[in-house]
């Protein structure tokens, strides 16, 4: 199965700051069917990114996903106070689907 | 509004079996398969199969869990259903039904149902 690698672990960034959040993957899959997800304490997680660099309808557009191959970034460009939450990135390209460890990005 | 709506928190003990549901409301029940996928405490999320609630029995398991989980689905009620057997504490997690939108990218996930495995 497809090892999804995930950095950093944790991310300590101030409101404003640029968020630059790395997913890895063991082997080479189709290099689009990727998605991200937000997940805060206690709910579940929230779609933001699929197909690699596609955002979902009333996601913000200071998310965005880019990569292909086996190396993938969610950039958030200017974080707002709600955005400090756990990442995880989903491939859905090789079966079985796979997650990563999450990135924790606090404050 | 699109929702999925689970079952509440489970206590079970160590070799029973769990059944979780999930009812699809705000769209068409059978246009969407439902993946199954679960969290243990302060780790990552894990997949476990998915359904297709439309006709037949068509049903994908991760290896892992093959022999433990069955998926089913009734129609009548848009809810389709996650048992797990032979629980052991490992299997202490949050269990959440998603629903599959482009690709298998989840778009919609249900709250989140607790269940706990103890002696």
């Known amino acids: 199965e497809i090892v999804l690698t995930q950095s950093p672990g944790t991310l300590s960034l101030s409101p404003g700051e640029r968020a630059t959040l790395s997913c890895r993957a063991s082997q080479n899959f189709d290099g689009v069917s990727l998605a991200w997800y937000q997940q805060k304490h206690g709910q579940a997680p929230r779609l933001l990114i699929y197909g690699a660099s596609s955002r979902p309808t009333g996601i913000p557009d200071r998310f965005s996903g880019s990569g292909s191959g086996t190396d993938f970034t969610l950039t958030i460009s200017r974080l707002e106070p709600e955005d400090f939450a756990v990442y995880h990135c989903q491939q859905y390209g090789i079966s079985p689907i796979t997650f990563g460890p999450g990135t924790k990005v606090e404050i | 509004h699109v929702e999925l709506v689970q079952s509440g928190a489970e206590v079970k003990k160590p070799g029973a079996s769990v059944k979780v549901s999930c009812k699809a409301s705000g769209y068409t029940f059978s246009s969407y398969y439902i993946h199954w996928v679960r969290q243990a405490p302060g780790q990552g999320l894990e997949w476990m199969g998915v359904?297709?609630?439309?006709?037949?029995?068509?049903?994908i398991y991760a290896q892992r869990f093959q022999g433990r989980v069955a998926m089913t689905k009734d129609p009548s009620t848009s809810t389709v259903y996650m048992e797990l057997s032979s629980l052991r504490s490992e299997d202490t997690a949050v269990y959440y039904c998603?629903?599959?939108?482009?690709?298998?990218?989840?778009?919609?996930w249900g709250q989140g149902t607790m269940v706990t495995v103890s002696s």
């Open positions: 359904i297709n609630p439309s006709g037949g029995s068509s049903t």
């Open positions: 998603a629903r599959k939108w482009i690709g298998d990218a989840c778009d919609i």
